[in-house]
């Protein structure tokens, strides 16, 4: 089993979603929220209180890894500047606790979720309800963002999970796929 913990980082709205991932790629909710604060309390009170938040999440739901959106510009300086001092605060959290980190992009999440990169936060926020079988849409959107983030992470590596676990046969095509090409990845080249 593998326990991802991914984030949605944010300033106003940090959202955070616990998920495990069996080697055959069914996902189970363990935990959803959003740290939140007010945009009216001083910048450091406000990372502050993300740091928190999210030390409190991991050091309670011992995650084997932390998904993580990649920032990524934008036309608003003022979100991208938020984002990226939210991230900066997981990235310390994971790191002081020895975990790895993974950077996904939203086009890269939304395609692992929804099978389509271009998928609208409607789209994705059905496609997490059913995937964990929930009741009930996850909501903020913030909270479904970061459990796709986890269920995205999660299914990545779950080619390499279901290896380890001496599951390799019973890989989808897709798993196999995603396994040779991660393996030729992290292949050294001798040429170059």
Do not use: Y
């Amino acid at each position: 089993m593998l326990r991802v913990l991914g984030v949605d980082p944010g300033l106003t709205r940090c959202g955070i979603g616990v998920v495990d991932i069996d080697p055959t790629r069914r996902a189970s909710l363990v935990h959803v929220s959003v740290v939140r604060t007010n945009p009216a309390t001083p910048l450091e009170q406000r990372v502050l209180a993300i740091a928190e938040g999210v030390a409190a999440l991991l050091d309670e739901h011992r995650p084997d890894v932390v998904a993580l959106e990649r920032v990524f510009a934008q036309h608003n300086v003022r979100t991208v500047m938020g984002t990226a001092q939210a991230s900066g605060v997981v990235l310390h959290a994971a790191a002081a606790r020895g975990l790895g980190v993974a950077l996904h992009t939203p086009s890269e999440v939304k395609a692992a979720v929804t099978g389509h990169g271009a998928a609208d936060k409607k789209q994705v926020t059905a496609m997490v309800q059913r995937i964990l079988r929930l009741d009930a849409p996850p909501t903020p959107a913030d909270a479904a963002d970061a459990l796709a983030l986890a269920i995205c992470h999660g299914w990545r590596r779950g080619a390499v999970s279901a290896l380890e676990l001496g599951g390799g046969d019973a890989l989808t095509p897709a798993q196999r796929a995603w396994r040779a090409a991660e393996k030729s990845a992290a292949t050294p080249r001798l040429d170059g």
